[in-house]
């Protein structure tokens, strides 16, 4: 048969290598031998052989490397020659390091034709290919044309849970579950029919990929064809991104932009943008509550900003608490709120404020109690102004405030001076017997009984700014560092600030304030001098240091009488008033002996 074929010049001219083998069968041994009849000049390049060196040679004898491969060779040549089958496969030749497709078909029986194709570069670019989507940062799967995964990278296992071997070959329908917010599968057999068109779909909203275990995660995806190098589509390309993280980061920035990041209730930003939502006729009646919580500043400055904060949250919560879902709380400045509350009647926003002031009373912060100045107006029509309904609202607030406000405020004072009491039990016998002396110096001075009464309160409350001073100061025994004694020298500026915030001590704040300055112009805070100082502050300045000099404290000995008399002789003109430190010696000292007595 071959003797008369004619076509030498045919082989020469092939693109690819080309082998014709005959197969002699034993059927005694069942055993087969592939004999090499002839080959073309391509295959002989590649493979560096000559032909006459091949040329009826044993297949095994020509590349004794098949024996060991797990493709047996000798088979299939020996099936494609008797039973007239075709086989196609990809191999790598290690001689030559090249990859080929090798075709196998009979053009007559006991003979086989193979086709050496090389496809080294196309492998490569394979590889090239895979190993870039194996490595992305997104999730990866391939498939065919009918739709059966080919290839899923680690990115794509990790967010699906579904491993390579669980769904390679598997239809990319079953495994890969995306459906958008109303439930519907978005991945289904119709895509088959959008690639094959060469379509690529390219979904950037958020929808929802279910995972193995049937957990829930947020995606975008894209879906490519993929083609050969004869641009012919064999299959398509899935790569999706969890945009999990993205979610949350929109949702973080999305609560600052329209939260108050200290109570958690909505800002100013959010009010500006959803009131014009609200104000609508289908929500009339509108209504609005106004609040204001009372006694923030006097709380700030004499228990600190903490816990004047955690007053301001505490009362952002009760209004919530009490507040229906739809109910819209916001800050509306420092210490005020606003409250929007769609299709609600002037009747209702009432019982809403009672019950706002009813939860208060139950809510106390540290020692204080809170309270909410609260006004609420409605609109009816839709011609009314919103933003006049807030004015109104406004109003009634400050009205009620102004009602509320001194009783707040006092209320605050008492717990106030109570609080230090408990922090330092020095400075509550020590003020205590500082306003009994300074009565008695008032008394010995003929000042009116009413400057008498406002002296015994002075030296009563004089004290009051070491509220904001930490207790580990207050109760040390040991000398002060720089940085403790500046925290001390703190104290008469903040008594100023609680005492001018009460109506009853408004008049002794800058008493308060000065009761640390020296005659000399050498004290604090303000460095005052001479009778610029306030009469009742170098008044108490002299009796604040006898009664603490003869008291006890545990950081120094206590002095006798005659050791601080002389203490104050000292002093006088440089601390002390010298006119002031002459009537104390002479007229009050022995009434401060009789009242240590009687007590």
């Not at 004619?6 to 290598?17: A, D, H, Q, R, V």
């Not at 870039?132 to 990866?140: H, K, P």
């Not at 289904?188 to 957990?215: A, D, H, M, P, R």
């Not at 000065?514 to 805070?525: C, F, L, N, Q, T």
Request: with cysteine; net charge negative; charged share 35%.
């Amino acid at each position: 048969m071959v003797e008369n074929l004619e076509y030498e010049k045919i082989l020469k001219k092939l693109p690819f290598g080309y082998t014709l083998h005959k197969v002699f069968v034993h059927e005694v041994e069942e055993l087969s031998e592939v004999v090499f009849v002839d080959i073309n000049d391509l295959f002989q390049k590649f493979t560096k052989l000559d032909k006459e060196k091949i040329i009826g040679r044993k297949l095994e004898d020509v590349f004794p490397e098949i024996k060991n491969d797990n493709f047996d060779w000798v088979e299939y040549y020996s099936d494609v020659a008797i039973n007239d089958a075709e086989y196609e496969v990809e191999q790598y030749i290690e001689e030559v390091e090249r990859w080929y497709k090798i075709k196998l078909y009979s053009p007559e029986k006991y003979y086989v034709v193979s086709c050496f194709i090389d496809i080294t570069n196309e492998i490569k670019r394979k590889e090239l290919f895979e190993s870039t989507l194996l490595s992305i940062a997104e999730g990866i799967i391939a498939t065919d044309l009918e739709g059966k995964v080919i290839m899923i990278n680690k990115t794509a296992e990790r967010i699906t849970e579904w491993e390579k071997d669980d769904i390679l070959n598997e239809k990319i329908f079953d495994v890969f579950k995306v459906c958008d917010s109303l439930g519907e599968n978005k991945i289904t057999e119709n895509i088959l029919k959008l690639i094959n068109k060469g379509t690529s779909i390219n979904e950037t909203e958020t929808l929802i990929l279910k995972s193995k275990s049937e957990i829930d995660i947020p995606i975008v995806y894209n879906i490519s064809p993929v083609k050969d190098l004869r641009g012919e589509i064999y299959g398509m390309v899935v790569s999706f991104r969890d945009i999990t993280e993205r979610i949350i980061k929109e949702k973080e920035l999305d609560y600052i932009t329209y939260h108050d990041g200290l109570t958690g209730a909505y800002n100013r930003n959010f009010f500006n943008e959803e009131i014009k939502k609200i104000d609508i006729e289908e929500n009339l009646p509108i209504s609005v509550i106004m609040g204001d919580v009372n006694g923030l500043k006097l709380t700030n400055d004499a228990f600190g900003h903490l816990i004047g904060d955690k007053l301001l949250v505490s009362a952002a919560n009760i209004m919530k608490k009490v507040c229906r879902e739809n109910d819209i709380v916001v800050r509306w400045g420092g210490d005020e709120f606003i409250i929007l509350l769609p299709k609600t009647k002037e009747k209702d926003v009432a019982q809403i404020s009672k019950r706002i002031r009813e939860e208060c009373i139950k809510e106390n912060v540290e020692v204080l109690n809170v309270s909410i100045s609260l006004g609420y107006d409605t609109k009816n029509t839709k011609e009314f102004d919103i933003m006049k309904s807030i004015t109104n609202a406004e109003e009634m607030m400050y009205k009620i405030k102004m009602l509320e406000s001194k009783k707040v405020k006092n209320k605050t004072l008492k717990m106030i001076i109570k609080t230090l009491y408990e922090k330092s039990k020095v400075d509550d016998s020590h003020s205590k017997s500082v306003g009994e002396i300074c009565k008695l110096m008032g008394e010995s001075m003929n000042m009116p009984k009413e400057k008498i009464s406002e002296l015994e309160v002075l030296g009563s409350i004089h004290d009051v700014g070491k509220i904001g001073i930490s207790e580990s100061i207050l109760n040390n025994s040991g000398k002060l560092d720089d940085e403790e004694w500046d925290e001390v020298k703190k104290h008469p500026r903040i008594g100023y600030i609680i005492a001018s915030s009460s109506s009853e001590l408004a008049f002794l704040g800058e008493s308060v304030l000065a009761h640390h300055e020296w005659y000399d112009g050498s004290g604090y805070p303000k460095g005052l001098k001479g009778e610029a100082i306030p009469l009742m502050a170098r008044i108490l300045c002299i009796v604040d240091a006898y009664e603490a000099m003869t008291s006890y404290r545990p950081y120094r000995q206590t002095r006798t009488k005659n050791e601080a008399i002389e203490e104050l002789k000292k002093y006088s003109g440089i601390q002390f008033d010298p006119k002031l430190v002459d009537v104390f010696i002479d007229e009050v000292v022995t009434k401060v002996d009789l009242v240590k007595i009687v007590k």
